[in-house]
Structures are given as C-alpha cells and as structure tokens.
C-alpha cells in the first residue's frame, strides 16, 4: 500500500468499522435498557405490523373481559332482585289462597287485603330501585342491550330484561261470561288456539262440564292453563212453605236426593250433610238470606225428579264472579260452571265454540290483569288472584332462566377470552421481546469491537506522520 497524507485508507476503513460498532451498540443498549426487540420500523417493518396488530389484540380482549364481568353482575344484580320480587308473589299467593277459602270473615280478608296491597307496592319499589352503575334494571328502560365481548366490533351477547313492576307482571286471561243453567247445558262447537308460535284445534262436546272443557284448553298452546269451578246459587220462594219442594243433584256421578225444602235454611242445611258426598262446599249467609254451593272442579250440577218448578231457582257465577239471571229448578236443568284461561302470553280464540262457551263472538282475544290490579276481598277474587300471581313467577322464573343462561354464556366468554389473551401476550413476547441472554452477549461483543477500532484508530491515524521520517 502506497505511503500516503492526503488520504489515509486506514484510517478511514477503521473509522467506519468503529461507528459501525457504535451503532449495533446503541442498538443493543436500546434494546436492553427497553427490554423489546423491535423498538421503531426499522427493527422489522412487517414484525412491528404485527405486534401493532397483537397488542391491539390484547388489549381489546382486556377490555372485552372486563365488559363480559360487568354483564355477569348486571344479571347477578337483576336475578337477585328477581328472587326477593319471587319471595313476595309466593307471600302473596299464600294470601290469595287464605282468603279463598270460605272459613274467613269479610274482616279476615280485609287483613288479608291489607297485607296483599302493601306487598304489591313492594314489588313495584324493587322494579323503580334496582339499579348497576346508575342503570335502572326492572322497569322496562333497560330492554336489551349488547354486552360487548371480544376484541372486534360487533362481537356481542345480547342482554335483555324485563319490567317486573306489579303492574306489568300478570296473567293473560279469557274469562268465561257465564252459561245460564238449562236443560241441554253448554252447546259445545270446535275452537281453535292460537299463541306462543302455535296453533291447535279443538272440539267441546255438547252438554261438556267446565272441568271437561278446562282439560280440552290446559296446554292446547306452550303456556296455557285452564281452570274451571261450578257455583251457583240457590234461591227458594215463599211457594215452597205450603208446598215442600223436592229435587234430585248429581255432581260428578254422585247424586243425593233433597226433599222437604220450604225455605233456604232447610235447603243449606240438606246441602251441608250431603256436601262431602257431593263435594261440593256450601255457603249459607243467614244474614242476607244467600245459598249457593260450589264444586271447585268445575263439575256440572244436573237436576232431576224435581217438584221445585215455581218454588226454586238457579243462578250460576260467571268467570268475572258474578251471579247471572236465575232459572227455575226444572227436571233436566244442568247448571255449567265457569272457565277461566291464563298465559304469561298472549293468544287468542276463534270459532263456533268461542260464542257457546265464552259469550263472545266467534272470536276472543287475552287480555293482561296485572298483579296491580287484584285483591283478596272476597274468595272469587282470591281465586284469581291465585291464577294471576302463578303466572307472573312463571314470567319471573323464564326471565330468571334467561339471566342464569347469559350469566354461563357470559362466564364461558370470560374463560375463553383469558385463554385467547394468555396466549396472544405470549406470542407477542416471542415476536416483541429482546432475548437478554443473547442481546447481552452482542452487548459485550460490540464493546470489544468499538474499543478495538478506537485503539486501531489512533494506531491508523498515526501513519501519515512516518513520512516526515523519509523527509530527514
């Protein structure tokens, strides 16, 4: 190599060698004191892409875990509301049963009432107070609403609740407006069932017993109950004191003979020696001079032999709890009970059958009574209430069964969604993190080489000066 002083290739060549070490020296130092492999695009443009890409991943699904637990204590919060709204129905229902039965006084049920009324504003304050995060739950404002569950849009469990307040929990009911007893009974006809997605034809049998059309109706659709009862009330005249009536009753294939009837005492206190036989019970008011019996079955009362044509007459109660136009007692008279439909949906009823049995037109559509609006003032409406109050747990209990669903799909998200999250974070370290051990190693070898190149440098950049030795 020529001797030179204008350039000095040495000098040069060792200069970049050296800054060449400083570089992938600041590198490692960047890395090492940062603790990631890829800190700029330099690094690796398509490794920094994906990392980019993993983290957002990350913390999507961190994001997402924390949401799902949020849905899981709103269902917790509602379902937990839901039971205490449960606990009180089931009080109220007790209630209802109590004052249906005919051993209570009219003092009694009011007692009864009182408790029952101030338990339905229960239920009403715990649907307006029941809140998650300032979000009314129970009163029909929160509807449904998308819990937001993974790390991309529109990745989402729907979340739906339902207004539990006393006047919107109840029963769907068609109550039947009463057949006045004659001698051919109820006319029977084809009625078709419509609700819950379903449809279903039936056909009622002329001279049908209530309790017979109530087991044709209970279950024709998803949801629909039916339950019948036979009351009717007795009337004698002021004919039968000269001239004592007489008449047979059959009740359910069982039937008992009364004679000597001249007023109503004589008659209650027949009805109330044969009233297990019968199975019947018997409400006798000496007071208001009222009679009636009752068969909670729903099964008809047919007459016979009867001399009470004139002294004699028979009312029967209709599904809204009251008595129609009363007919004279008469050989072959059948006295049909009332039917009464409930559903926590709604539905609907079409044909000739619809007219013969519940005095409408050929058609009747359900209409809601609310837990709001029932009492327990008397043993009719105890009764319904009884009916009204099954249908709202059952409404409580499929929204319970919803909640319980989300909350095990919610918990399931949560599980898979830490896995997803686990593994991504590990897979971005493999890409991301800067491997110590190695980087540290290059560390050590590019502070060799740096300090290297420094003491050749000084070596190289004192070569120039040899030429003032060949000028002496």
């Given at each position: 190599m020529a001797l030179t002083v204008n350039t000095n290739i040495a000098s040069i060549t060792t200069q970049g060698n050296l800054n060449k070490a400083g570089g992938a020296l600041a590198t490692s130092m960047q890395r090492l004191s940062s603790g990631l492999r890829i800190n700029s695009a330099k690094d690796g443009a398509a490794d920094l892409g994906i990392a980019t890409r993993m983290t957002s991943q990350i913390n999507g699904l961190g994001q997402a875990i924390k949401n799902a637990n949020d849905g899981i204590s709103i269902a917790q919060t509602a379902e937990g509301a839901m039971q205490a709204s449960t606990d009180i129905l089931q009080k109220m229902r007790t209630l209802a049963l109590s004052s249906a039965t005919g051993s209570l006084s009219t003092d009694d049920r009011k007692s009864n009432n009182d408790e029952y009324q101030a338990l339905t504003s229960e239920l009403t304050r715990i649907s307006q107070t029941t809140t998650f995060g300032g979000q009314k739950l129970l009163d029909g404002s929160y509807g449904t609403k998308s819990i937001q569950v993974g790390a991309n849009a529109n990745e989402t469990i729907g979340l739906s609740l339902e207004n539990v307040a006393a006047n919107n929990i109840g029963s769907q009911q068609i109550n039947s407006l009463g057949i006045a007893p004659s001698t051919t009974g109820v006319a029977g006809g084809a009625i078709a069932v419509t609700g819950n997605g379903q449809t279903s034809?039936?056909?009622?049998?002329?001279?049908?017993?209530?309790?017979?059309?109530?087991?044709?109706?209970?279950?024709?659709?998803?949801?629909?109950?039916?339950?019948?009862?036979?009351?009717?009330?007795?009337?004698?005249?002021?004919?039968?004191?000269?001239?004592?009536?007489?008449?047979?009753?059959?009740?359910?294939?069982?039937?008992?003979?009364?004679?000597?009837?001249?007023?109503?005492?004589?008659?209650?206190?027949?009805?109330?020696?044969?009233?297990?036989?019968?199975?019947?019970?018997?409400?006798?008011?000496?007071?208001?001079?009222?009679?009636?019996?009752?068969?909670?079955?729903?099964?008809?009362?047919?007459?016979?032999?009867?001399?009470?044509?004139?002294?004699?007459?028979?009312?029967?109660?209709?599904?809204?709890?009251?008595?129609?136009?009363?007919?004279?007692?008469?050989?072959?008279?059948?006295?049909?009970?009332?039917?009464?439909?409930?559903?926590?949906?709604?539905?609907?009823?079409?044909?000739?059958?619809?007219?013969?049995?519940?005095?409408?037109?050929?058609?009747?559509?359900?209409?809601?009574?609310?837990?709001?609006?029932?009492?327990?003032?008397?043993?009719?409406?105890?009764?319904?209430?009884?009916?009204?109050?099954?249908?709202?747990?059952?409404?409580?209990?499929?929204?319970?069964?919803?909640?319980?669903?989300?909350?095990?799909?919610?918990?399931?998200?949560?599980?898979?969604?830490?896995?997803?999250?686990?593994?991504?974070?590990?897979?971005?370290?493999?890409?991301?993190?800067?491997?110590?051990?190695?980087?540290?190693?290059?560390?050590?070898?590019?502070?060799?080489?740096?300090?290297?190149?420094?003491?050749?440098?000084?070596?190289?950049?004192?070569?120039?000066?040899?030429?003032?030795?060949?000028?002496?």
């Open positions: 034809s039936i056909t009622l049998a002329a001279g049908a017993s209530a309790k017979t059309i109530a087991a044709q109706l209970s279950g024709a659709v998803g949801g629909l109950s039916a339950t019948a009862s036979t009351e009717a009330q007795f009337v004698v005249g002021a004919g039968a004191a000269t001239a004592p009536a007489s008449f047979t009753m059959t009740v359910g294939g069982q039937a008992t003979t009364f004679v000597g009837v001249k007023d109503t005492a004589s008659l209650a206190d027949q009805l109330k020696s044969n009233s297990a036989k019968l199975g019947i019970s018997v409400n006798y008011d000496e007071s208001k001079g009222t009679l009636s019996v009752k068969s909670d079955t729903g099964e008809n009362l047919a007459f016979s032999a009867s001399t009470a044509a004139g002294t004699i007459t028979v009312a029967t109660k209709d599904g809204a709890g009251a008595f129609g136009t009363g007919v004279a007692l008469a050989d072959g008279l059948i006295a049909t009970g009332a039917v009464n439909m409930n559903s926590s949906k709604g539905y609907s009823l079409e044909g000739a059958g619809v007219t013969n049995v519940f005095g409408a037109a050929t058609s009747a559509a359900s209409a809601k009574t609310s837990v709001s609006q029932t009492d327990v003032t008397d043993a009719t409406k105890a009764q319904n209430a009884v009916s009204v109050i099954d249908q709202a747990i059952a409404t409580i209990s499929s929204s319970r069964s919803g909640l319980g669903a989300v909350q095990n799909r919610l918990t399931s998200t949560v599980d898979n969604l830490s896995n997803i999250q686990k593994n991504s974070t590990a897979a971005r370290s493999t890409l991301q993190d800067v491997d110590f051990a190695s980087e540290a190693a290059e560390l050590t070898k590019q502070q060799t080489l740096q300090s290297a190149s420094t003491a050749i440098l000084s070596q190289a950049n004192q070569l120039p000066s040899a030429v003032l030795k060949l000028l002496q």
